[in-house]
């Protein structure tokens, strides 16, 4: 199983981009990364995923380099509410069409005034 | 929808205690998951299932048994409740199969003190 490496902790001010990074250098071909975030001991919130290409949606930017080996979240304009803890995740493919998510301990992005 | 619905909330128990934390969705989803979480420390699986009467186990199996009887419920149950099994418990679906990258769905725990 690919595994993921992420800082323990980021500050980012109100309105500036967030920039969470990932390594996951063990990623296999067809290992999709997975953002997902915690807020305050709640359920994990899905924020977005990709295979090799850059994606944006409503809530963030990912992008993923060429080699897949590194991926980096992007909040664009920052708010309080998005305080919380960032897990970056590759999905584990099980053997038919099982499939399992490993979450490791994330990145808790503190955003301040 | 109501998403991913865990009762209850919060459970107290003593040490040898029994009980079953429920786990339904409304999605039709055929994957479910079963998370626990402590203090400092990432999810990690304890059993999941893909679909009725298809169970298999995560990470952390021990001292928990699941079973999947129709495809909107799951739930866990513990036999001998221990210590350590004082955690956030949290329940997850997707969809499967060509769509195997779908999203995990979460509910939003139950918080377990074992005394």
């Known amino acids: 199983d690919a595994k993921t490496t992420q800082p323990t902790s980021m500050d980012c001010a109100e309105g500036r981009a967030a920039n969470l990074p990932c390594n996951h250098s063990t990623i296999s071909g067809n290992e999709y990364v997975y953002w997902y975030r915690q807020i305050h001991s709640q359920g994990p919130q899905y924020i977005i995923h990709g295979l090799k290409n850059n994606e944006t949606n409503e809530m963030a930017s990912l992008i993923i380099t060429e080699d897949r080996k590194s991926s980096t979240l992007i909040l664009p304009h920052a708010t309080l509410r998005d305080t919380a803890v960032y897990y970056c995740i590759v999905r584990v493919v099980n053997t038919g069409t099982a499939s399992k998510l490993t979450f490791g301990t994330g990145t808790r992005l503190q955003v301040t005034l | 929808n109501a998403g991913v619905t865990q009762t209850p909330k919060f459970q107290v128990l003593k040490t040898g205690q029994s009980m079953t934390l429920q786990c339904a969705q409304d999605m039709n989803h055929e994957y479910m998951s079963w998370y626990r979480q402590d203090p400092g420390m990432g999810l990690r699986l304890i059993h999941y299932?893909?679909?009725?009467?298809?169970?298999d186990q995560g990470e952390v199996p021990n001292g928990y048994n699941v079973s999947r009887s129709t495809t909107e419920d799951f739930p866990l149950r513990l036999l001998s409740a221990a210590p350590s099994q004082t955690s956030v418990y949290f329940c997850?679906?997707?969809?499967?199969?060509?769509?195997?990258?779908?999203?995990?769905?979460f509910g939003n725990g139950t918080r377990l003190t074992v005394t």
């Open positions: 997850a679906s997707s969809r499967l199969g060509s769509s195997y990258n779908s999203p995990l769905h």
């Open positions: 299932s893909v679909g009725a009467g298809i169970t």
